[in-house]
């Protein structure tokens, strides 16, 4: 049986451990069949809608290339060409969506619009990200980890930076359900949101994950095989933009945190990079960089995911 099928892609956490597994399984496969060249036309005639709140580079193209690839159609909108956008409700509009197509993926703010969209909606949801989760970002982040470590268990993963956003969000679930170690460094006020955070450490009790929070990035950088980071000013948080690069500015990752770690860890981003704000050039665009790889894996995670929750 597929666990996926017709089911709502919200949060990391909406699945089991196999499930993750699985789905990790299915887009190695999708990249292999498509490095050889072939396209299997699994979702012939099948419509996905794309929303976009809020801007996007990777999660636009690589859904709507991935729909392409797989013999679907996908719709991308903007909310504010929709009549969503001039006040229509958010449940109205699952309901009619989900006369026309097959799924909808949401990128939105409050992560409380895509649970009424998923509720009010007969087809599947994908969260395409909003301000709590970003799930398709870290089964990316995933696959490329395994690609490059192979198994994740032993592995030490730092995550350094503004620590109460969606990215990270979704790397304490992944952590937490994969059995694996995540240590969080950031400044107390960016301290990950505390209900995540609670049910990842009871979660980790039974995976046996090891989850730490510091606020010393080289405590969490030392030793680490893995260091991630992302924007200290998420979108929708501009207004913030001077009090934000003040605070987070000691938890830069540059080449001096980054030696910290082993000598063959690698650096994360899901991008887009701000160089000299949350990361340094000499980092970014260095030898144990994979953010390009984790660009590209969006689309072999997307299609996976697409065929999973798309077709039986
Ligand atoms: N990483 C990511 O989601 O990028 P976009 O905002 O460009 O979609
Ligand atoms: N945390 C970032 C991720 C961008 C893909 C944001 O929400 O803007």
């Known amino acids: 049986a597929n666990p996926f099928y017709m089911r709502d892609v919200l949060k990391v956490s909406d699945f089991t451990a196999e499930d993750v597994r699985a789905l990790l399984e299915e887009a190695r496969w999708m990249k292999?069949?498509?490095?050889?060249?072939?396209?299997?036309?699994?979702?012939?005639?099948?419509?996905?809608?794309?929303?976009?709140?809020?801007?996007?580079?990777?999660?636009?193209?690589?859904f709507e290339v991935a729909m392409l690839e797989l013999g679907g159609h996908p719709l991308v909108l903007r909310s504010d060409e929709l009549q969503l956008g001039r006040g229509e409700t958010v449940e109205d509009t699952a309901r009619v969506l989900s006369r026309y197509v097959d799924g909808i993926l949401l990128r939105t703010h409050a992560h409380?619009?895509?649970?009424?969209?998923?509720?009010?909606?007969?087809?599947?949801?994908?969260?395409?990200?909003?301000?709590?989760?970003?799930p398709t970002q870290v089964f990316a982040d995933l696959l490329t980890l395994v690609e490059h470590f192979g198994p994740l268990g032993e592995l030490k993963i730092a995550y350094v930076g503004d620590a109460r956003n969606n990215v990270t969000h979704s790397w304490i679930e992944a952590a937490a359900l994969l059995g694996l170690t995540l240590v969080v460094a950031s400044p107390e006020e960016y301290r990950p949101d505390p209900e995540i955070w609670s049910w990842a450490e009871a979660r980790a009790q039974e995976s046996g994950a090891d989850l730490r929070w510091t606020s010393d990035p080289r405590e969490a950088v030392a030793d680490a095989d893995v260091v991630i980071t992302d924007t200290w000013v998420s979108m929708g948080t501009e207004a913030e933009r001077e009090a934000r690069l003040?605070?987070?500015?000691?938890?830069?990752?540059?080449?001096?945190?980054?030696a910290l770690a082993r000598k063959e860890a690698v650096f994360l981003h899901c991008l887009p990079a701000?160089?000299?704000?949350?990361?340094?050039?000499?980092?970014?665009?260095?030898p144990r960089s994979l953010v390009w790889d984790e660009a590209e894996n969006r689309l072999h995670v997307h299609k996976a995911l697409l065929r999973l929750v798309l077709a039986p």
């Not at 007969?122 to 395409?128: E, R, S, T, Y």
């Open 32 to 62: 292999s069949l498509r490095r050889k060249g072939y396209l299997h036309s699994y979702l012939q005639g099948r419509t996905l809608a794309l929303i976009f709140e809020k801007p996007s580079t990777r999660t636009r193209v690589s």
């Open 112 to 134: 409380e619009t895509l649970e009424r969209l998923a509720a009010a909606a007969d087809v599947p949801v994908i969260n395409g990200l909003s301000d709590l989760h970003h």
């Open 246 to 258: 003040s605070r987070l500015r000691p938890y830069q990752v540059n080449e001096g945190l980054f």
């Open 274 to 286: 701000h160089r000299g704000e949350e990361v340094t050039e000499a980092v970014i665009d260095g």
